[in-house]
């Protein structure tokens, strides 16, 4: 079993910046494949992106594109979220996941049901 423990998140302003990261401990396997998803009041969780461990392959949602980069440290077993040139409509809580899984193309990796271990969040706030 995987522990998940968001860190990073708080208040800043539209335009700046904040980088996340998600500290894995306990049993971690190489072939994990570790994402983050936010979700907003009264929004569904949504996908934000999604990273392999040694694949280097990562994905994002079309309305961080350009702006956020995830990115990972395998002998910290950390992954992070970098993310820039922040929107209001950024807001949220933003949750890191993480799923034995083998690299799929297109959506599979942009659904939470896909994901079996998850952090408890850490909340974002963009204020315009």
């Known amino acids: 079993q995987v522990q998940l423990v968001e860190s990073g998140g708080g208040l800043v302003q539209a335009g700046g910046s904040l980088r996340l990261s998600c500290a894995a401990s306990?049993?971690?396997?190489?072939?994990?494949?570790m994402a983050w998803f936010r979700q907003a009041p009264g929004k569904e969780r949504e996908f934000v992106a999604v990273?392999?461990?040694?694949?280097?392959?990562?994905r994002y949602a079309d309305s961080v594109k350009g702006r956020f980069t995830i990115s990972r440290d395998n002998a910290k077993n950390t992954v992070y979220l970098q993310m820039n040139s922040l929107k209001p409509e950024d807001t949220a809580v933003y949750y890191c996941?993480?799923?034995?899984?083998?690299?799929?193309?297109?959506?599979?990796?942009?659904?939470?049901?896909?994901?079996?271990?998850w952090g408890h969040g850490t909340q974002v706030t963009v204020s315009s």
């Open positions: 990273i392999s461990w040694h694949g280097g392959s990562t």
């Open positions: 996941a993480a799923d034995q899984s083998s690299w799929r193309s297109g959506s599979y990796h942009s659904s939470p049901g896909n994901f079996d271990s």
């Open positions: 306990g049993r971690t396997f190489s072939s994990y494949i």
